[in-house]
């Protein structure tokens, strides 16, 4: 099993959403965070004061799925989360050593389906 994390621009999530549904996604976690890499910040107004924005906000995707999904999991952010702009964000793939379904206590790959 592997997790396949992606960090993408907030305005992307239903259209990355849509990719993974394609390839037949049925879960995922999203959280709301906030960073900064090549992109950095911004210079801000607010009430006459400018200021600036260090750490930008992003949506981070989280996605444990069977080793064979990987790639096609992988091909779906990456179209789908795309502009060709700085600031895109990244991917991230790590092995899962064991997986826990809480309520019934499955192990292994069948706690994704």
Known sequence: MKKVEA???????????????????????VSEVKGFGRQKGHKELYR????IVEFLPKVKLEIVVSDTM???????????ASTGRIGDGKIFVST???AIRIRTGETGEAVLL
């Open 70 to 80: 990987v790639e096609p999991v992988v091909k779906a952010i990456l179209e789908a």
């Open 7 to 29: 960090i993408i621009k907030p305005f992307k999530l239903e259209e990355v959403k849509e990719a993974l549904s394609r390839v037949n996604i049925q879960g995922l976690t």
């Open 48 to 51: 006459g004061a400018e200021y």
């Open 96 to 98: 899962i050593e064991e």
